[in-house]
């Protein structure tokens, strides 16, 4: 069973890690990883200061202020090919060689000399052997010869074309050519995906399946990557419940942390998972000392909206900067981003479905800054038609859950369900957001909106 509050526990001076009995979740632990924590934010910088009062910051405005504030944390290490899923390069990877290493096949076929064709009549040819991939012709195409060749095989001396097999008329050791063909056509010249020494994946490529595969058709089994994101969160509030308890009378289980543990997952971040804390000072002031001592970035949920006792603010300003907003946003108005130490702090709402809108708008790409990655991935939005009606007040950006789908007239977008910002089940039933802007003021069927699909998001 999980306990109300962890902690960090000190096994040693030089090393730390977070213990807490019958924990679920994976939990981090400070070894084997170079680069000093937390120097993504230099203590000397800055914070953007916003006023506390009625004003309103823009999404917009939100977002340039947090990617402008950050900068790539250090560190790195040489990992296995198959260990860099996921994670960001630190240096260029430059290619050993020409990829292809030699002219190839583009397809099964025959290779031949162009000028031993016609352009108006069918030139017959003598079939001298074959090419296959991995075993090379070991001769020459002659004058009025050809070799049979398959897709990948070297193409032999004295080739320059390859006829596709469909096209070609095959009679004994003869092959019958028809007029038409040009010159180097189905040849894949050497180099022509990469030259010896050009830059195949750029520093600061986060690497997936396609990434994976290029390095190894350079030959390179090991590669240099940015470390691992280092990443403390809790929730905080007394009315929270850790999975596994009784709940009491007036309690909910705390769900936040489970859906930040799989956003953070899904971006190989090392995870720091802190438990609940209650809605003490002391608890709090020395859950987020702990955190910005073993961590680059603390996310938290619940404690920054307006209702919060004045001591967690207070608190976060005694202990770092941090910049409270009320950002033109719904779900997720209320939201702290800062520093503590050299950790960067994300105050996120308690809501449910505010966490994910603020994690997925706002936090997911500040971690991909802080891991290196550049250039930022694109939003992926996409205009589709609106399969519902709604109202809505100008002057902020809404985060609807949708659904896509297609009806009679082509896709279109509908609402997942109710859509307040406690009904964690919109988001699993949704596949998409439906981003409406500031100055709309509502929404018909068969208007156009944007939306952002869930898939790609991480």
Known sequence: MEGKRGGLTSHRPARRRYARPGAPIPLWENEGHPGPIGPSFPESTQMP????GDDFLSAAAARSLILDSLSPAGGW???????????????????????????????????????DLSSDAEATLAVTGTALAG??????????????????????????????????????EDVFIPPGQKKGQNVRRAGEDLAAGSIALAAGRRCGPAELGLIASLGIAEVTMRRRLRVAFFSTGDELASIGQPLAAGKIYDSNRYTLFGALSRLGCELLDMGVVPDDPA???????????????????????????????DMMARLGEVSFWKLAIKPGRPMAFGRIGGAVLFGLPGNPVAVMVSFYQFVQD??????????????????????????????????????????????????????????????????C????????TGVQAGDIVSVQPFNGLA
């Open 49 to 52: 200061q916003f006023s506390s």
């Open 77 to 115: 290490e040489r990992v296995a090919i198959r260990a860099a899923l996921g994670r960001v390069l630190a240096h260029d990877v430059r290619a050993p060689c020409d990829v292809p290493a030699h002219d190839n096949s583009a397809m099964d076929g025959y290779a031949v000399r162009a000028a």
């Open 135 to 172: 075993h090379p012709f070991p001769g020459a195409v002659g004058t009025g010869e050809a070799v049979r060749i398959m897709t990948g095989a070297p193409i032999p001396q004295g080739a320059d074309t390859v006829v596709m097999q469909e096209a070609a008329r095959r009679e004994q």
């Open 283 to 313: 608890a709090l002031e020395a859950a987020f000392v702990d955190a910005s001592r073993a961590a680059d970035v603390i996310i938290t949920s619940g404690g920054v909206s307006v209702g919060d006792a004045d001591f967690i603010r």
């Open 366 to 431: 500040a971690l991909l800054t802080l891991m290196g990655v550049a250039p930022l991935p694109p939003a992926g939005r996409f205009a589709v038609r609106a399969g519902f009606a709604m109202r809505k007040p100008a002057g902020r950006v809404e985060y609807l859950r949708g659904r896509l789908q297609h009806d009679g007239a082509g896709p279109c977008v509908t609402l997942a369900g109710a859509q307040g910002s406690g009904v964690l089940r919109s988001m699993s039933e949704a596949d």
């Open 433 to 440: 957001f439906i981003i409406l802007p500031e100055d709309c």
